[in-house]
């Protein structure tokens, strides 16, 4: 595990974005945890979150030339990364859509620079693969090139067949997708933290259920 991986799973445990219990996930399996990037809710937080995808983004050394944020979590996101890109040498152009198109000044769902070169997708996770999905095919339709996708939690779990849905993203579009952290990190720090080690029991027996 990185230290940017436990810095930032100990950072959403701090503020309940990654929680134990009993949830529902949208495929209808019953998780023994949940991640809610939405609670990176004030400006600290946030900033650090962001900051862990630059580290994340920059230890990958993946090239690219501009960031697309999808809406709606992808919008502040990728305006947050590319300023903590920034700060560490790697500016870089960012764009953004719209849910609706606006038929009034610039109009589009575009908002942000042109898409050009290879764009990278900044996420918060990957659950079915839909957002990736439109988000390549607008890159594309710009007459760019998706360059990769990176998120904060992989959970490395089978999505629809054998393969979870971040592979199915890789081997769909050819593109890696980056994770700050992923299930196998989380696990580690379950095993090593006795303040944390209750909840491994149920998470590992999780991933031995619907983990890849």
Not at 129 to 155: K, Q
């Amino acid at each position: 595990m990185t230290a940017t991986a436990q810095a930032f799973l100990r950072l959403a445990l701090e503020r309940q974005a990654l929680r134990f219990g009993e949830f529902v996930t949208k495929a209808g399996r019953r998780s023994p945890y949940f991640f809610n990037s939405a609670h990176f809710d004030d400006g600290a937080a946030f900033g650090a979150l962001c900051g862990f995808y630059a580290e994340a983004i920059e230890a990958s050394g993946l090239t690219f030339d501009a960031l697309f944020g999808p809406a709606y979590k992808g919008i502040p996101l990728v305006a947050g990364v590319a300023i903590r890109l920034a700060e560490r040498g790697i500016n870089r152009p960012f764009a953004f859509n719209r849910k609706e198109a606006k038929d009034h000044g610039e109009g589009g769902t575009l908002v942000g620079a042109a898409l050009s070169g290879r764009v990278l997708i900044v996420d918060d996770v990957i659950s079915a693969g839909t957002s990736v999905r439109e988000s390549v095919a607008r890159i594309t339709a710009a007459g760019a090139t998706p360059a990769g996708v990176v998120i904060a939690l992989d959970r490395e779990e089978r999505g629809q067949g054998e393969r979870s849905a971040v592979q199915e993203v890789e081997d769909e579009f050819g593109i890696p997708v980056i994770a700050v952290a992923r299930l196998r990190d989380l696990l580690q720090l379950l095993k090593d933290d006795p303040a944390l080690s209750a909840h491994w029991p149920a998470v590992e027996a999780y991933r031995a259920r619907y983990g890849v």
